[in-house]
């Protein structure tokens, strides 16, 4: 399990492109890097996950370098609604387990 | 996707009762799902991964007498926090890996279940 390090926290206004940067030098060669998204007071929702270059679905693009040793999460034109904790795991496609680190707090502001 | 629900998603108790939640695969079968919990404005942690049809296997420091997880079927698992004591009062959350979309290694959790002990 890849150990990630993450921005406590970010603000952003209403519209722009947000992107949140994620550390994990110490990533496996079989592990993927997943994204996920918190409110308060409910379960982590799944946003994105992907293992090198760029991936694209229809709520963000995740972007991972060649040596894999970080990756932009990349959320365009935020809306308020979009305020919440993002979390980087990195992990072996399989494994069980996963260890979440302190995550991002995004605040979107009007 | 694959949703995951929890009952109930909100239990107030005296100290000392027990509770139990339930956390089910409602659209896909788990032959494993996770218990995390979540102390206010801290991050999830892994309490244990339940097994279906064996023991569950706890992370070190979690009490597995006091945290009983039972996972009788493919899509059902449920804690129940026995004894439960004020410093138990937690946000508990569940989660399924749905096998049939292992390609891509995506955990579902449930809404979380809010425990608070009085």
């Known amino acids: 399990l890849a150990k990630t390090t993450q921005p406590i926290s970010m603000d952003s206004y209403e519209g722009q492109e947000v992107n949140i940067t994620c550390s994990h030098n110490?990533?496996?060669?079989?592990?993927?890097i997943t994204w996920y998204q918190q409110f308060p007071s409910q379960g982590p929702r799944f946003i994105i996950q992907?293992?090198?270059t760029k991936v694209t679905n229809e709520v963000a693009s995740l972007f991972i370098p060649a040596d894999r040793k970080s990756s932009t999460l990349s959320l365009p034109r935020v809306s308020l609604s979009d305020t919440a904790v993002y979390y980087c795991?990195?992990?072996?496609?399989?494994?069980?387990?996963?260890?979440f680190g302190t995550g991002t707090r995004l605040t979107v502001i009007p | 996707g694959a949703v995951v629900s929890q009952h109930p998603s909100r239990v107030i108790c005296k100290s000392g009762t027990s509770v139990k939640i339930e956390c089910r695969s409602l659209d896909f079968q788990a032959t494993t799902m996770f218990w995390y919990r979540q102390f206010p404005k801290q991050s999830l942690m892994l309490m244990a991964t339940s097994n279906e049809g064996s023991k569950a296997t706890y992370e070190q420091g979690v009490e597995k007498d006091k945290f009983l997880i039972n996972h009788a079927s493919l899509t059902l698992s449920t804690l129940t926090v026995t004894s439960a004591h004020p410093e138990d009062s937690s946000f508990y959350i569940c989660?399924?890996?749905?096998?049939?979309?292992?390609?891509?290694?995506?955990?579902?959790f449930g809404p979380g279940t809010r425990l608070t002990v009085l």
């Open positions: 992907g293992y090198k």
């Open positions: 110490n990533i496996a060669t079989n592990d993927y």
């Open positions: 989660s399924a890996r749905d096998p049939s979309t292992v390609s891509t290694d995506t955990q579902y």
């Open positions: 795991l990195g992990g072996e496609t399989g494994a069980n387990n996963l260890f």
